[in-house]
T-cell receptor, first 113, second 112 residues
Framework: GESVGLHLPTLSVQEGDNSIINCAYSNSASDYFIWYKQESGKGPQFIIDIRSNMDKRQGQRVTVLLNKTVKHLSLQIAATQPGDSAVYFC????????????FGEGTQLTVNP | DAGVTQSPTHLIKTRGQQVTLRCSPK?????VSWYQQALGQGPQFIFQYYEEEERQRGNFPDRFSGHQFPNYSSELNVNALLLGDSALYLC???????????FGPGTRLLVL
């Protein structure tokens, strides 16, 4: 079936390094993607979104890249800080899914001081 | 500007009981979606309410029901609780027509 998934379940980086979190999706009809950050005991926090008619979008310290050819999404975090430690989820909305979000399983990012 | 709020924060129930969870959307938002998040998993869509009606539903049994009030707040009801219903229940609010959903802190439900 259609799904959104992640390549790696965990990622460990040094403070100050750049982080790259990857996500693969299988629904070719997906037209809207969101990255969420979820800290322990909290709800998912919106980070950045991108539509399927875009390849790249930048926010504050974060960049999302979309490669529709290989159905791949990535989140880049510049100068990673200890406060960035969390689980990161990609989620998508397809043309036929209304406004329901389909989430992947998440990547645990750990930032080492 | 208050974000999405949920109550209670934690809840313990026994099998067969019923539970009601509550959600107040972000100011200005009129659409509420509910998600179930099992430990170590991504959230799974339960249903969405807009204009006091269920607009979309995920793959959840009829034991899961909801309601939306005129002030846009919402309730999630789960009947005949099973051990497998233990999870974090998340409420997300949005403006109808916009895909961006903002989540509350969730209600942690434990079924014993």
């Amino acid at each position: 079936g259609e799904s959104v998934g992640l390549h790696l379940p965990t990622l460990s980086v040094q403070e100050g390094d750049n982080s790259i979190i990857n996500c693969a999706y299988s629904n070719s009809a997906s037209d809207y993607f969101i990255w969420y950050k979820q800290e322990s005991g909290k709800g998912p926090q919106f980070i950045i979104d991108i539509r399927s008619n875009m390849d790249k979008r930048q926010g504050q310290r974060v960049t999302v890249l979309l490669n529709k050819t290989v159905k791949h999404l990535s989140l880049q975090i510049a100068a990673t800080q200890p406060g960035d430690s969390a689980v990161y989820f990609c989620a998508e909305i397809g043309e036929t899914s209304g406004s329901r979000l389909t989430f992947g399983e998440g990547t645990q990012l750990t930032v080492n001081p | 500007d208050a974000g999405v709020t949920q109550s209670p924060t934690h809840l313990i129930k026994t099998r067969g009981q019923q539970v009601t969870l509550r959600c107040s959307p972000k100011s200005g938002h009129d659409t509420v979606s509910w998600y179930q998040q099992a430990l170590g998993q991504g959230p799974q869509f339960i249903f969405q309410y807009y204009e006091e009606e269920e607009r979309q539903r995920g793959n959840f049994p009829d034991r899961f029901s909801g309601h939306q009030f005129p002030n846009y707040s919402s309730e999630l009801n789960v009947n005949a609780l099973l051990l497998g219903d233990s999870a974090l229940y998340l409420c997300a609010s949005s403006v109808q027509g916009s895909e961006t959903q903002y989540f509350g802190p969730g209600t942690r439900l434990l079924v014993l």
